[in-house]
C-alpha cells in the first residue's frame, strides 16, 4: 500500500509548478528582490480577491496580526493594559500577537460542534477595557456569526480576523472572510491553503490611516526613506514569495474546491458511523476551505487512532496538542485571561482532536484507503 503523508508540499507545489517557476525566473531576471512591481500587483490583486480596499504585504503571519494591534496602539485606538477577546482554540500565534503589544488577551471557550469560539460566551467576557474581538477562522471554516458582529458594534469594539487558516472561505451571507472585520492577518506559510515557497503575510482592511500605519511600522517606522515616525521593524513580504503567490492566487478556488470535494467524501463515509468519533458539523462548501479536516476521537483514544493509521502508512496531526492557556510561555504568569469555569470544551479539543490529509494533491483513492484506516480502527473498538 502507498504511503499517504499528511501533507507533501513538493506535490502541491509541482501541481502548478510551471507558473511558480515562471515566476521565481521572472523576479530574479528583474534584479528588484523587495518592495518592487510584485508586491505592488499582488497587494492589488489580493485585496480584490477579499474584496477590501487595501492589502499589506509582511514577513508573515504573526507579523501581520502583532502589526494590526501595534498599529492600532500607535493610532490611539487601545492601549497596553487594553482586552482583547480570542478564541481559546487556536495556534499560538493568535494570542502572542496580543501579548506580545502588551494587551491582555481574555480567552473565550469553543462550541464542541463548531470547534470555533462559542459567541455565546463572548458578552459576558466584555469589560471596560475590551477594545476587539479577534476571529479565527479555524481549520478553514468561517467563525464569524451576526451574533459577533452585532456584539462589537454594540461595544465599540475592533472586530479583527485571523484568516491564516481560511483564504477564500466565504461567511454565511457570502462576504469573504478577511473582508467581514475591521482588518484581517493573513500567512502564507507554505502549508497554507495559499502558500509561499518560504514565510509571507499580509493585512486586508478598508481603514486607509491602518493600512498606511501599518506599512510605515513594517518599513521601519517610515514610509519615505530615512526618516522614522515610529519605532519601526523590517516586516515585508520577498518580490519571489509576492509573484509565487500571485501565480498561485489565481488557482486558488480550484484548489480549494478540491479540498471542499475530499472533504465531502469524507463526510459521506465517516459521519455518524460511530459514537466515539464526531465530524464538526457541515457548512455550506463556500463558508469552509477545509485547510485541515478535523475529527473528534473520544474516550481517549485518539493517540490509538493516530497509531493505527501510521500504520496502515496514513500520515495525520493533531491541531493543536496543548492549547494556548497550558503553554508553558503563558503558565502561571497572569498575562492571560481566563474564564472563571475554565476551558473545558478547548481542553476536550486538545485531547480529542486529529486531523485526517486533505490537500488539492489528495487523490481519490487515497482518501479511500484514509476512510479505510479509520474504519478498520473503528471496528476493533
Ligand atoms: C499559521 C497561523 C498563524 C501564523 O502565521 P505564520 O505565517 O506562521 O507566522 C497565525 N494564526 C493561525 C490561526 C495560523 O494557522
Known sequence: MEKIPFLNLKDVTALHGADVIEAVMRVI??????????NARFEARFAGFIGTDYAVGCANGLDALTLIFRAYIEMGVMKPGDE?????????????????????????????????????????????????????????????????????????????EDSAQSHGCRTGDGRVTGSVGDAAAFSFYPVKNLGALGDGGAVT???????????????????????????????????????????????????????Q???????????????????????????????????????????????????????????????????ECYRGKGILKLPEDGLPVTEMIARSELSLPISPTVTSDEASQVVNAVIDYIRKY
Open 261 to 327: 470535494q475530499i472533504a465531502a467524501y469524507y463526510y459521506s463515509r465517516l459521519e455518524n458511523i460511530a459514537p466515539g468519533l464526531v465530524l464538526p458539523t457541515r457548512l455550506p462548501d463556500s463558508c469552509n476551505v477545509y485547510h485541515v479536516f478535523p475529527v473528534l476521537v473520544l474516550n481517549g483514544k485518539r493517540d490509538a487512532l493516530r497509531e493505527h493509521l501510521e500504520k496502515e502508512g496514513v500520515g495525520s496531526l493533531i491541531h493543536y496538542p496543548i492549547p494556548p492557556h497550558e503553554q
Open 84 to 160: 482583547v477577546i480570542v478564541p481559546a482554540n487556536t495556534f499560538i500565534a493568535t494570542v502572542l500577537a496580543v501579548s506580545e503589544n502588551g494587551l491582555v488577551p481574555v480567552l473565550v471557550d469553543s462550541r464542541a460542534d463548531t470547534l470555533e469560539i462559542d459567541d455565546s460566551r463572548i458578552e459576558e467576557a466584555v469589560t471596560e477595557r475590551t477594545r476587539a474581538v479577534v476571529t479565527v477562522h479555524l481549520y478553514g471554516r468561517n467563525a464569524y456569526t451576526d451574533r459577533i458582529g452585532d456584539i462589537c458594534r454594540r461595544h465599540n469594539l475592533k472586530l479583527i
Open 29 to 38: 531576471d528583474s534584479g528588484q528582490y523587495v518592495q518592487g512591481r510584485e
Open 205 to 259: 482592511t478598508n481603514d486607509s490611516e491602518l493600512a498606511g500605519t501599518i506599512r510605515a511600522i513594517a518599513n521601519y517606522g517610515g514610509l519615505r526613506k530615512y526618516e522614522s515616525r515610529y519605532l519601526g521593524r523590517n516586516s515585508r513580504l520577498d518580490e519571489i514569495q509576492a509573484a509565487v503567490l500571485d501565480a498561485r492566487l489565481g488557482h486558488l478556488t480550484d484548489d480549494n474546491a478540491r479540498r
